[in-house]
């Protein structure tokens, strides 16, 4: 119930005093990407129940002569980096929280793709709220391999508080002034998750 109240009151605030920010970005959105602004995609939430989780879009919407999505390397433009590097493309999650699909800090909402491919040991990152931030993202986020990503997550569903929530917090805003680990070696974000990898998690 703590952490709900600090979740509600928080995000409504940042979203009150950020809302220059946020109507700037939007506008900058239009003109360099078109529409539209928002991107949504469903996502798995606490229990696995799928929710509309938002950002704002930072890619274009380019084609090869298939019809088919490009790569990301070449949808996301200079303008887009920026937008990702800064976490600024995170923002319009803030609605998310204050509906309630998710909290603050906690394992982040990844694709509904792989909810089959989960362990049951990876699958307990979804006993509690996805987070707008989370331990994973202030110990490597995308530098990070998948185990690695989801032993940090379980560690935390086993271990959270309110206190670790904000240690977890203020790392994060050291993590996006310093704008690092941002995407994975050689990729321009996150490869896809295809099942459990072999090798094991190096420690953190």
Not at 40 to 48: E, N
Request: hydrophobic share 45%.
């Amino acid at each position: 119930m703590l952490k709900r109240l600090i979740d509600l009151t928080a995000s409504a605030a940042a979203l009150l005093i950020l809302s220059p920010l946020i109507g700037m970005v939007a506008l900058l959105i239009r003109m360099k990407l078109g529409s539209p602004v928002l991107f949504r995609q469903m996502r798995p939430g606490k229990d696995g129940k799928p929710f509309a989780m938002m950002k704002f879009r930072s890619m274009t919407d380019g084609r090869d002569a298939m019809g088919e999505l490009l790569p990301d390397s070449e949808r996301l433009t200079r303008f887009g980096r920026w937008l990702r590097s800064s976490s600024v493309d995170e923002l319009p999650g803030l609605w998310n929280i204050v509906r309630g699909d998710m909290s603050l800090v906690g394992p982040r909402p990844l694709l509904m793709d792989y909810l089959p491919l989960y362990s049951a040991e990876q699958a307990r990152r979804h006993d509690v709220k996805p987070g707008l931030t989370g331990w994973a993202q202030v110990n490597g986020r995308n530098a990070l391999n998948w185990d690695q990503k989801f032993a940090l997550d379980t560690w935390y569903v086993d271990n959270q508080s309110l206190f670790l929530d904000i240690r977890i917090i203020a790392m994060t805003v050291g993590k996006v002034l310093r704008r690092s680990d941002i995407s994975a070696a050689g990729e321009a974000t996150m490869p896809r998750f295809t099942g459990t990898e072999a090798s094991p998690p190096k420690e953190i």
